[in-house]
Nanobody
Framework: QVQLVESGGGLVQAGGSLRLSCAAS????????MGWFRQAPGSEREFVAA????????SYADSVKGRFTISRDNAKSTMYLQMNSLKPEDTAVYFC?????????????????WGQGTQVTVSS
């Protein structure tokens, strides 16, 4: 079992920045690939970014490429999402998730553990 807790969400103006954190506890953090997903009101949850177990491989949704950066610190059992140049369409609840699969996972079905989510609201 892995427990995940997100933090760092909030209200920011368009063009601003936020840094989300995902703290993990339970099994060895470095045994899991990690990812960020988001869900806007009235929409399905969508992939945002993912990072491999050791952090050497990453993947991003086209909508956030060049603006968001995913990273992890295995010594602190924590993953991060640095979000810059935020847009109103980035408004959503952001979830972190852990995947036990060996390859870099980017689809929901490959993630076994989920946090409760943190709200990000970008005003225009």
């Amino acid at each position: 079992q892995v427990q995940l807790v997100e933090s760092g969400g909030g209200l920011v103006q368009a063009g601003g920045s936020l840094r989300l954190s995902c703290a993990a506890s339970g099994r060895t953090f470095s045994s899991y690939g990690m990812g960020w997903f988001r869900q806007a009101p009235g929409s399905e949850r969508e992939f945002v970014a993912a990072i491999s177990r050791r952090g050497g491989d990453t993947s991003y949704a086209d909508s956030v490429k060049g603006r968001f950066t995913i990273s992890r610190d295995n010594a602190k059992s924590t993953m991060y999402l640095q979000m810059n140049s935020l847009k109103p369409e980035d408004t959503a609840v952001y979830f972190c998730a852990a995947s036990p699969v060996m390859r870099l996972a980017t689809t929901e079905r490959n993630f076994n553990y989920w946090g409760q989510g943190t709200q990000v609201t970008v005003s225009s």
